[in-house]
């Protein structure tokens, strides 16, 4: 059995006794304690910058003929400069007016729409409303016009989503001494203020424990020095011109007991403690269990669909966690945290990140983050790739689309203490009806594949349950029936089905939430 490390007393679970092979477990949640608070956009999604400007983006598995490995050869090392591309395709930019991805983002909202990646760290802006240069001009790697960033800004006012980005740092950002210099920032900053934009919270750059990898047209070799002196030069900068922006960092990646990267890379506290110390408003790192079988090589940390409800799999986010905090407990104390980056797994996610399969990890994320009072997390991406939330060129909602819309409609900002430890079969999450004086959804998650279990309830609720007739299935089904593909005209309402007092059996592999209105939670009020 595995516990939460923040698992509560053991007087809320009333009851835990085998039945016809269900487990059962009687709950409380009039009872139920606050332990934390999340963001009202606690979720949240990524448009890269890649997908604004266009550009290179991980290749659908069916566009693959082949994969990290077999372009390595076996050995695992890159071949060449182009290496990459090999693995990505072209991708245009994204048209944020779209009706349709529009109407689907708004009804996630309120949300942030982080706008970075590796493609921001070299990013030109072309400030002016001439046509983009055919080539970026030296020491960039891609050009982002005022059309397509004014889309953005566009974009995040009608689904009510507020901006969270980075800025360039690529050697065409750098004076003859190789310091970093804030034109470019100021002239993205300066415009986004002309037509009346907003930039909610920044990271300086995407990723700089990458530093050493070059990644995004860095200075060969950079390290944790080099990010000490250049942050000391942003924060002025962004305290200057954008008071009110939150400045997150460091946007660390790549470490702790989940080890997916391979090469150098600068150790976060490093970049913590080289001087002058940086010193940010929120603690950010980008959160993936492992990386896409799209990467697969010798010593890279990758996994399969059989593994994808184990409850080693659904673990590692709480170890990532404890890692990063334990950093920001002894470098940014009391700094709130921040998942800017997450996903199925990184290099666009697996092939079965678009099915029912993964939104048992989705809810299971979103569930574990929120007792520790993260303020949000992230997802990589909305609308590209196989992780995506929608898939881009079809407008088709995938699973986890409707997985983050029942999120957001049925669980509020105030996250409870269940009591009940998470094992297989029940991970149980509570938070605070949203709209409902003293109201309490429970978040229950079987993901047995062969066992029922059974919360004991003391009043009513409406339950909505998720599953699919196939776990890898791209439809899902709400109390039974199919949630559409495609929502031709307003995004549905999602009603439950009601339950009555007594018990309420969850059966294996599904995904069930349940409203309860009547609770009398005081913390809820």
């Known amino acids: 059995m595995m516990s939460l490390s923040r698992a509560g007393p053991a007087v809320l679970i009333l009851s835990l006794i085998a039945t016809a092979g269900a487990a059962q477990t009687a709950v409380a949640p009039g009872k139920m304690p606050r332990i934390a608070t999340v963001d009202p956009r606690y979720q949240s999604y990524n448009i890269e910058m890649s997908e604004l400007t266009g550009g290179q983006f991980w290749k659908p598995y069916d ?82 016009t005022r059309q397509q960033w004014k889309g953005l800004i566009d974009f995040a006012r009608a689904v009510n989503a507020r901006i969270v980005t980075s800025f360039a740092v690529s050697a065409g950002t750098r004076d003859a001494n190789g310091h970093w210099t804030p034109d470019q920032a100021s002239r993205l900053v300066d415009y986004t203020k002309s037509v009346g934009g907003d930039i909610a919270a920044a990271e300086f750059f995407n990723e700089p424990t990458l530093g050493p ?39 660390a990646t790549g470490e702790g007991p989940i080890k997916l990267l391979q090469g150098e890379l600068i150790a976060t506290n490093e970049l913590l403690t080289a001087e002058p110390h940086p010193m940010f408003d929120g603690f950010s790192y980008h959160a993936y269990s492992a990386s896409s079988i799209r990467c697969k090589s010798p010593g890279k940390l990758t996994t399969t669909a059989s593994a994808a409800l184990t409850e080693e799999w659904l673990s590692r986010t709480e170890r990532t966690y404890e890692f990063y905090a334990g950093l920001r407990d002894r470098y940014q104390p009391g700094k709130p945290i921040w998942v800017t980056e997450t996903g199925e797994t990184s290099c666009g996610g697996d092939p079965w990140a678009k099915t029912f399969l993964d939104s ?53 900002t105030t996250v409870l203490e269940t009591g009940v430890p998470i094992r297989e079969g029940l991970h149980l ?91 009398g939670n005081t913390a809820c009020r």
């Open 360 to 412: 048992f990890r989705y809810l299971d994320q979103l569930g574990r983050l929120a007792r520790h009072g993260v303020r949000s997390v992230m997802h990589n991406t909305l609308a590209v790739s196989e992780y995506a939330l929608i898939d881009r060129q079809t407008m088709a909602t995938r699973p986890n689309y409707w997985a983050a819309l029942l999120w957001r409609r049925l669980m509020g």
């Open 63 to 144: 566009q693959m003929t082949s994969t990290f490995d077999s372009l390595t050869g076996g050995s695992g090392q890159p071949q060449g400069s182009d290496f990459y591309a090999r693995l990505k395709a072209p991708l245009e930019p994204i048209d944020l007016s779209n009706p349709q991805l529009r109407k689907l983002a708004r009804a996630l909202g309120p949300a942030y729409v982080r706008t970075s990646g590796n493609g921001a760290d070299g990013v030109y802006f072309q400030d002016s409303d001439r046509p983009a240069p055919a080539t970026p001009p030296p020491g960039f790697e891609s050009v982002l």
């Open 213 to 251: 990898q070059g990644i995004g047209g860095l200075p060969k070799g950079y390290n944790a020095a080099d990010f000490a002196r250049d942050f000391a030069l942003f924060r002025p900068f962004a305290r200057s011109e954008l008071p009110h922006m939150l400045i997150l960092g460091p946007s």
């Open 429 to 519: 999450y509570a938070q605070c009806l949203p709209g409902t004086r003293g109201g309490v959804t429970l978040l229950a998650i079987n993901n047995s594949r062969d066992r029922s279990e059974r919360l004991e309830l003391p009043v009513t609720a409406e339950r909505y349950s998720l599953t699919a007739t196939r776990l890898q299935d791209e439809e899902v089904q709400l109390n039974g029936s199919p949630l559409p593909r495609h929502v031709p005209d307003e995004v549905p309402r999602l009603r439950g089905r009601p339950v009555g007092a007594g018990a309420v059996e969850l059966a294996p592999v599904s995904i069930t939430f349940l409203a309860v209105a009547r609770a």
